[in-house]
């Protein structure tokens, strides 16, 4: 089944929200579209799949976006209740639409859900909810989208923009299939009322890791434990007003060596040694490790913590054995539940796996406004995790993508979207 057939059952939506609070989308059935007018299919309704599809809207070019949960912004949905952008207000908006000032500097997990909900309202999104794109295949000029009920549809671009934190990550420890103990990823975490009173261990140390720590300590947990494997670079989100965001824009293109001095300069000025508490600085630089995909922690709480006794920093997790955990300095602890922050995958595999378009590491090889050469047309969004922050990144990226499509497809209007 193409586009220029019915499809039933497969729905879009127009004026996505009736009202900030509603989670639901009204439908209406999916009109056919000619061979012509195949539309730019947009995978995934998160921050960065909205955004594309309003910078296109916005040059009059048809963009369908595909999600496979029942709502946008579904993982920030699933995040902790504490959790804040690590960015600043101002500098978080989507194209054509500012966040209110009512949200504070550092906007909550749940007004960044109602902003989403009010940003796909605005722009008229068309939206599919309930449908799951599993592979994208080219096919002459265009692309064929394998959906959800063996539906195939075509579009003359796709992007995608599944995200960053697709698929929880949990590493293959040994004896991890016996452990006897309570185990889950941090992605099941939303606050610390569950482990009142237990002992509780997180493993990892970014910035989910550290945050979550920093929650469960605060929040009654009868002791709180912090495995490390790497030592982060720990900044303040403020230093005398000014955030950290801000640098991090600032020194993005500079060279990585002068880079590290200064980051080894600012830390020493700006976050205390942790050394006597299991934390030592890091002896690679803020750049370097950056290049490698490790972003510096933001202190909303850890430094304190583990200064004031209530946040342990103990080896990194080696192995499980019945209701132990077995740590990298051969001490044995047997925590009542363990926390896994180990991270995500992004999943791309299934998708475009086959397409040569995903180095070693599963993410894409081209992002932004850069199709890979194997595969002209198809976009990738929200793969990176810049230090200048995600959401200012996914909106430059939504307007090059946006422009880039236009202008290969003809349909094109000279006009960017006012914040």
Partial sequence: MTDSQPKSGLTE?????TSLRSAFMSTTPLAPSSPAGHPVYVIGAGPGGLAVAAALRARG????????SDAVGASW?????????????????????????SFGRWVARADVVRYLEKYAEKHELEIVTGVE?????????????????????TGRAVVVATGFNHTPRVPEW?????????????????????????????VGIGNTGAEIAADLAE??????????????????????????????????????????????????????DLSAYGLPRP????????????VPVQDVGLIDAVRAGKVGIVAAVEAFEGGEVVLADGTRIAPDAVIAATGYRRALEPLVGHLNVLDDRGRPVAHGPRSPREAPGLYFTGFTNP?????????????????????????????????
């Fill in 387 to 419: 230090i200048s922050g995600m959401f200012r990144e996914l909106a430059i990226d939504a307007e090059k993508i946006a422009r880039r499509i236009a202008r290969t497809t003809g349909r094109g209007q000279k006009r960017e979207m006012p914040l």
């Fill in 13 to 17: 939506t127009h004026s996505v929200y």
């Fill in 219 to 272: 929040g009654g947990a009868g002791r709180v434990r912090l495995a490390v494997r790497t030592v982060p670079h720990i900044v303040r989100r403020t230093t005398a007003g000014w955030p950290a965001q801000r640098t991090g824009i600032l020194v993005r293109r500079l060279p990585t060596g002068l880079v590290d001095r200064m980051g080894a300069l600012m830390a020493r000025a700006g976050t205390p």
């Fill in 174 to 202: 040994p004896g991890l299939d016996r452990y006897e103990g309570e185990l889950s990823h941090a992605r099941e975490y939303r606050h610390p009322g569950p482990y009142a009173g237990k002992d509780v261990l997180v």
């Fill in 133 to 153: 794109v599993f592979r994208v295949e080219r096919a002459g000029a265009d692309w064929v989208l394998h959906a959800t009920g063996g539906r195939r549809l």
């Fill in 61 to 68: 070019v048809r963009a369908v976006v595909l999600e496979r």
């Fill in 283 to 294: 002896d690679t630089g803020l750049a370097t490790r950056m290049r490698e995909g490790a």
């Fill in 77 to 101: 949905r699933a995040h902790y209740d504490r959790l804040r952008l690590h960015t600043t207000r101002r500098l978080s908006a989507l194209p054509g639409l500012k966040m209110p000032r």
